[in-house]
């Protein structure tokens, strides 16, 4: 059911290997939860985080939502379309809802991230 | 959780069903953001048979129910519908409501479901003459633009003779329905009410007409708030009084009220806080419980807080000291401090409720 393209994390992010870098989103168990998604606000580049610090925030019209790096990094590019649009997270969470791109300084964390069928299991838990 | 008669209906068309003061309600259908586009520019139903009615016959009942509320009876004609709200002896908002003049010797009287055992309490104890009906009464709100067109086609003959803020008895099909001209979304609409059998045939044929969509309480809470009705028990409750929350036009001081005197004694003193309305300038939201900041010094409380899909920015209202009320004053709210503005309502200024039929 989720992208077997991607790694996920406890706080539902999913991030993707491509050509050297990493891709950063929300799943869309996160999307659904949060309902229509009304606000996002992204780092900038260049900004630098470790695993687990809070990156990004996201808002819907019921709650807002903190986003923690999945893995220690910079960001390389980021997702503007979503300033203007940010119902694109609802339409398109693992495409066109991206949120940015970033380096790795430490790849060894990707491992302890779960992968399709693992994070499948955990949001089945969730929703009980 | 109590059920209202289109429960089923709910569930079979992915209402995403939540537990609203005890009412498993659904909070949305297509999606908040949608649904309320819709209602600004189609028309929505929205089952509001959660609220609460009641029925007040004849003269003495009329005049002792006259005496609990702020508003005075006799400026409401027949067919008008006024706004007000029960308090306290010491003035907190017990609940607000409006009341409907069918009769020169009938009202009808509608209220939230929140505080209804309490309201049912006071109002129905002592008055025999006043019904409590609201289990055996559905509320179907369809509120938009082409709302009038919509009641038309699903068979609701007398919208013409129908004023804003004006109700009537209509015959549908036989049965009779109580016809207000009212809402809470700010568009031009109808809110029906009528016996819980009837509620099902109601709304699909509502639904049938192709541009008509059902909307939940999510988009019914941003509506409302983009024309800046306040919610029972969100922005006011018996912790507050009708000076603190907005009311000054409702308060009729020439009539007698439970919590007058209270009430008189805060107006002359003067020191009480106010609620304001406040908007952002860009699409970050304040929320419902967030601190107001001076400066760094707390100065109230965000009551209402969302994001605005019609303008485009959050919005919402908070209670502060009156020396902080003036639109343009510049404030802060919430954990990361975020700017806003103290502006006015409506927040959107085109409804089309008043719309001259």
């Given at each position: 059911m989720f992208p077997t393209d991607a790694k996920y994390t406890k706080d539902h992010e999913w991030i993707r290997e491509e050509d050297g870098s990493y891709i950063v989103g929300i799943t869309s168990f996160a999307a659904e939860q949060l309902g229509d998604i009304t606000y996002v606000e992204v780092p900038e580049v260049g900004d630098e985080f470790s695993i687990t610090n809070e990156v990004a925030t996201v808002e819907s019209v019921k709650a807002a939502s903190d986003i923690y790096a999945p893995i220690s990094g910079s960001i390389?590019?980021?997702?503007?379309?979503?300033?203007?649009?940010?119902?694109l997270v609802n339409e398109n969470?693992?495409?066109?809802?991206w949120f940015f791109k970033m380096s790795a300084s430490n790849v060894e964390e990707l491992s302890a991230l779960m992968d399709a069928n693992s994070y499948e299991s955990y949001v089945q838990e969730q929703d009980h | 959780m109590h059920k209202t008669a289109l429960f089923d209906i709910h569930e079979s068309i992915g209402g995403k069903i939540v537990d609203f003061n005890g009412w498993a309600l659904p909070i949305q259908f297509a999606g908040i953001i949608k649904e309320h586009s819709q209602t600004r520019a189609n028309a929505s139903l929205f089952d509001c048979s959660h609220m609460g009615e009641y029925t007040v016959k004849g003269i003495d009942a009329i005049e002792a129910f006259s005496k609990e509320i702020i508003s005075d009876l006799s400026k409401i004609p027949v067919g008008r519908c006024r706004y007000g709200a029960l308090l306290t002896e010491s003035a907190g908002i017990i609940d607000d409501l409006i009341t409907f003049r069918m009769a020169k010797d009938e009202l009808y009287v509608v209220t939230n479901a929140g505080p209804l055992d309490i309201v049912t309490e006071r109002l129905c104890a002592n008055n025999p003459g006043m019904s409590n009906v609201s289990f055996e009464t559905a509320k179907i709100d369809i509120q938009g633009p082409k709302a009038r067109e919509s009641a038309l086609k699903a068979g609701f003959k007398d919208t013409e003779a129908l004023k804003y803020f004006n109700a009537l008895w209509t015959e549908w099909e036989g049965q009779r329905i109580l016809m207000a001209?009212?809402?809470?979304?700010?568009?031009l609409g109808y809110e029906l009410f009528m016996p819980n059998d009837l509620a099902k045939k109601v709304w699909s044929r509502f639904q049938e007409i192709d541009y008509v969509e059902p909307a939940g309480l999510g988009a019914r809470d941003t509506l409302r708030t983009e024309v800046g009705y306040g919610l029972s028990g969100q922005d006011f409750n018996k912790d507050y009084t009708p000076l603190e929350s907005n009311m000054q036009p409702f308060i009729d001081w020439d009539t007698d009220f439970v919590g007058k005197d209270a009430l008189v004694a805060q107006r002359d003193s003067n020191t009480h806080d106010v609620l304001v309305p406040i908007q952002t300038s860009s699409r970050k939201s304040p929320r419902h419980g967030f601190d107001v900041f001076d400066g760094e010094q707390i100065v109230g409380q965000v009551t209402t807080g969302t994001f605005g899909p019609s303008v485009g920015f959050g919005i919402g209202f908070a209670r502060v000291p009156q020396s902080l009320s003036s639109p343009g004053t510049e404030l802060t709210v919430g954990p990361k401090k975020i700017d806003v503005e103290v502006s006015t309502i409506p927040f959107y200024a085109d409804g089309t409720c008043r719309m001259k039929l």
């Amino acid at each position: 059911m989720f992208p077997t393209d991607a790694k996920y994390t406890k706080d539902h992010e999913w991030i993707r290997e491509e050509d050297g870098s990493y891709i950063v989103g929300i799943t869309s168990f996160a999307a659904e939860q949060l309902g229509d998604i009304t606000y996002v606000e992204v780092p900038e580049v260049g900004d630098e985080f470790s695993i687990t610090n809070e990156v990004a925030t996201v808002e819907s019209v019921k709650a807002a939502s903190d986003i923690y790096a999945p893995i220690s990094g910079s960001i390389i590019e980021v997702n503007y379309a979503l300033e203007d649009q940010p119902e694109l997270v609802n339409e398109n969470p693992f495409t066109g809802g991206w949120f940015f791109k970033m380096s790795a300084s430490n790849v060894e964390e990707l491992s302890a991230l779960m992968d399709a069928n693992s994070y499948e299991s955990y949001v089945q838990e969730q929703d009980h | 959780m109590h059920k209202t008669a289109l429960f089923d209906i709910h569930e079979s068309i992915g209402g995403k069903i939540v537990d609203f003061n005890g009412w498993a309600l659904p909070i949305q259908f297509a999606g908040i953001i949608k649904e309320h586009s819709q209602t600004r520019a189609n028309a929505s139903l929205f089952d509001c048979s959660h609220m609460g009615e009641y029925t007040v016959k004849g003269i003495d009942a009329i005049e002792a129910f006259s005496k609990e509320i702020i508003s005075d009876l006799s400026k409401i004609p027949v067919g008008r519908c006024r706004y007000g709200a029960l308090l306290t002896e010491s003035a907190g908002i017990i609940d607000d409501l409006i009341t409907f003049r069918m009769a020169k010797d009938e009202l009808y009287v509608v209220t939230n479901a929140g505080p209804l055992d309490i309201v049912t309490e006071r109002l129905c104890a002592n008055n025999p003459g006043m019904s409590n009906v609201s289990f055996e009464t559905a509320k179907i709100d369809i509120q938009g633009p082409k709302a009038r067109e919509s009641a038309l086609k699903a068979g609701f003959k007398d919208t013409e003779a129908l004023k804003y803020f004006n109700a009537l008895w209509t015959e549908w099909e036989g049965q009779r329905i109580l016809m207000a001209r009212t809402g809470y979304t700010g568009e031009l609409g109808y809110e029906l009410f009528m016996p819980n059998d009837l509620a099902k045939k109601v709304w699909s044929r509502f639904q049938e007409i192709d541009y008509v969509e059902p909307a939940g309480l999510g988009a019914r809470d941003t509506l409302r708030t983009e024309v800046g009705y306040g919610l029972s028990g969100q922005d006011f409750n018996k912790d507050y009084t009708p000076l603190e929350s907005n009311m000054q036009p409702f308060i009729d001081w020439d009539t007698d009220f439970v919590g007058k005197d209270a009430l008189v004694a805060q107006r002359d003193s003067n020191t009480h806080d106010v609620l304001v309305p406040i908007q952002t300038s860009s699409r970050k939201s304040p929320r419902h419980g967030f601190d107001v900041f001076d400066g760094e010094q707390i100065v109230g409380q965000v009551t209402t807080g969302t994001f605005g899909p019609s303008v485009g920015f959050g919005i919402g209202f908070a209670r502060v000291p009156q020396s902080l009320s003036s639109p343009g004053t510049e404030l802060t709210v919430g954990p990361k401090k975020i700017d806003v503005e103290v502006s006015t309502i409506p927040f959107y200024a085109d409804g089309t409720c008043r719309m001259k039929l």
